[in-house]
Nanobody, 126 residues
Framework: QLQLVESGGGLVQPGGSLRLSCAAS????????IGWFRQAPGKEREGVSC????????NYADSVKGRFTISRDNAKNTVYLQMNSLKPEDTAVYYC???????????????????WGQGTQVTVSS
């Protein structure tokens, strides 16, 4: 059974850091682009960052550029999102998703992604 599981969320003060993990089971991530998305209460889901299967290409939303870094460890079948300088407006449920089209470039559009994790809550508050 294909599954994506996010972890690493929590409560952090403004200016703090968190590292989210997205672990896959039932399939290998090596061939697929992975995206991180978030959804705050009352708002639409938005693309945060994505990474091509090889790790050679990454994309970021303007709101997180310079603060968030996406990476992947294909040997561990895991993708990470390092989040630094967190702001209250980063508060949301964060989801990872896999684009199951082989070797495709990554984009920050949710319609491209086929499999989604259950999400992990990130709360930035003092």
């Amino acid at each position: 059974q294909l599954q994506l599981v996010e972890s690493g969320g929590g409560l952090v003060q403004p200016g703090g850091s968190l590292r989210l993990s997205c672990a896959a089971s039932g399939f290998t991530l090596n061939y697929y682009a992975i995206g991180w998305f978030r959804q705050a209460p009352g708002k639409e889901r938005e693309g945060v960052s994505c990474i091509k299967n090889s790790g050679s290409t990454t994309n970021y939303a303007d709101s997180v550029k310079g603060r968030f870094t996406i990476s992947r460890d294909n040997a561990k079948n895991t993708v990470y999102l390092q989040m630094n300088s967190l702001k209250p407006e980063d508060t949301a449920v964060y989801y990872c998703a896999a684009d199951l089209e082989l070797f495709r470039q990554c984009v920050l559009s949710s319609v491209r992604y086929d499999y989604w994790g259950q999400g992990t809550q990130v709360t930035v508050s003092s």
